[in-house]
T-cell receptor, first 112, second 113 residues
Framework: DVKVTQSSRYLVKRTGEKVFLECVQD?????MFWYRQDPGLGLRLIYFSYDVKMKEKGDIPEGYSVSREKKERFSLILESASTNQTSMYLCASRGGGTDTQYFGPGTRLTVL | DQQVKQNSPSLSVQEGRISILNCDYT??????FLWYKKYPAEGPTFLIS?????DKNEDGRFTVFLNKSAKHLSLHIVPSQPGDSAVYFC????????????FGTGTRLTIIP
């Protein structure tokens, strides 16, 4: 069964803190994605990775970076959290030869 | 620029009736479309998809229709059940196997018992 897990369901951080969001998939998928979901804006792609150590900017990469040292793990980093980064963060993975992405449960991040 | 649009933020339907969720797109390069369903505090789950070489795809109570000339797709749920209450996102990709999906803003469907 497909499994994407995210390290935290809820997270509260202060402005200026460095924040790490972790995502792990057990499906040996090549592609992994980070989205944020905001009311009225749907899911917006922040970054994606199509292989270990490879990354591509999505539609809203500003203020974020990512790391993919192992195939199963994709980390989203907020170098200096700001209040406008308060959001639901969703990780997804996808195998080759399909467009279907499998999502984790999400991390609701609040930046105070 | 919103390339995938879901113009109805919410929809209420009586249990047992048909639910119709709509999605419009502007990018003519999109050739593969997906619908995802999302419950609160959970990640989206894949529901059904359609390739641009088809105009209809059916899976149980769920049917997706694609009108390429109008750049419009719709999801039909028949009959609607209380468990269908969720937010539905349509998504599109250009060139099958492309890494990126572009999502719409979502429609919250409420099924009234």
């Amino acid at each position: 069964d497909v499994k994407v897990t995210q390290s935290s369901r809820y997270l509260v951080k202060r402005t200026g803190e460095k924040v790490f969001l972790e995502c792990v998939q057990d499906m040996d998928h090549e592609n992994m994605f980070w989205y944020r979901q905001d009311p009225g804006l749907g899911l917006r792609l922040i970054y994606f990775s199509y292989d270990v150590k490879m990354k591509e900017k999505g539609d809203i990469p500003e203020g974020y970076s990512v790391s993919r040292e192992k195939k199963e793990r994709f980390s989203l980093i907020l170098e200096s959290a700001s209040t406008n980064q308060t959001s639901m963060y969703l990780c997804a993975s996808r195998g080759g030869g399909t467009d279907t992405q499998y999502f984790g449960p999400g991390t609701r991040l609040t930046v105070l | 620029d919103q390339q995938v649009k879901q113009n109805s933020p919410s929809l209420s339907v009586q249990e047992g009736r048909i639910s119709i969720l709509n999605c419009d797109y502007t990018n003519s390069m999109f050739d593969y479309f997906l619908w995802y369903k999302k419950y609160p505090a959970e990640g989206p789950t894949f529901l059904i998809s359609i390739s641009s070489i088809k105009d209809k795809n059916e899976d149980g109570r769920f049917t997706v229709f694609l009108n390429k000339s109008a750049k419009h797709l719709s999801l039909h749920i028949v009959p609607s059940q209380p468990g269908d209450s969720a937010v539905y996102f349509c998504a599109a990709s250009a060139n099958f196997g492309n890494e990126k999906l572009t999502f719409g803003t979502g429609t919250r469907l409420t099924i009234i018992p």
